[in-house]
């Protein structure tokens, strides 16, 4: 049973930094993946796609967050990292890692960020 477990999420002042971690754990395949992704969901909110990147190594973010938040992904070792700078109180959510398979779609169980002003 593959798994996906986030880490890294917690409070923060506006301003501040955090970085999530996310890793799979289990029987998944190294060439499986084909997407990394992030998203998040606050409260009363639909769940909203926050980075993703592609294994041919294209990126895209939501506008939201470009040019304060940055995804780094390790194909080879089914982990990624999301590293949020500059964090708003709209930031505030619990967030989500994510891969993607041709089969399937993995999530991981979630990681609350929490921006104070």
């Known amino acids: 049973q593959v798994q996906l477990v986030e880490s890294g999420g917690g409070l923060v002042q506006a301003g501040g930094s955090l970085r999530l971690s996310c890793t799979a754990s289990?029987?998944?395949?190294?060439?499986?993946?084909?997407?990394m992704a992030w998203y998040r969901q606050a409260p009363g909110k639909q769940r909203e796609l926050v980075a993703i990147?592609?294994?041919?190594?294209?990126?895209n973010y939501a506008d939201s967050v470009k040019g304060r938040f940055a995804i780094s992904t390790d194909f080879r070792r089914n982990t990624e990292y999301l590293q949020m700078n500059s964090l708003k109180p709209e930031d505030t959510a619990v967030y989500y890692c994510?891969?993607?398979?041709?089969?399937?779609?993995?999530w991981g169980q979630g990681t609350q960020v929490t921006v104070s002003s």
């Open positions: 994510n891969f993607g398979s041709r089969a399937t779609v993995y």
């Open positions: 289990g029987s998944i395949s190294i060439f499986s993946i084909l997407t």
């Open positions: 990147t592609i294994r041919d190594g294209s990126t």
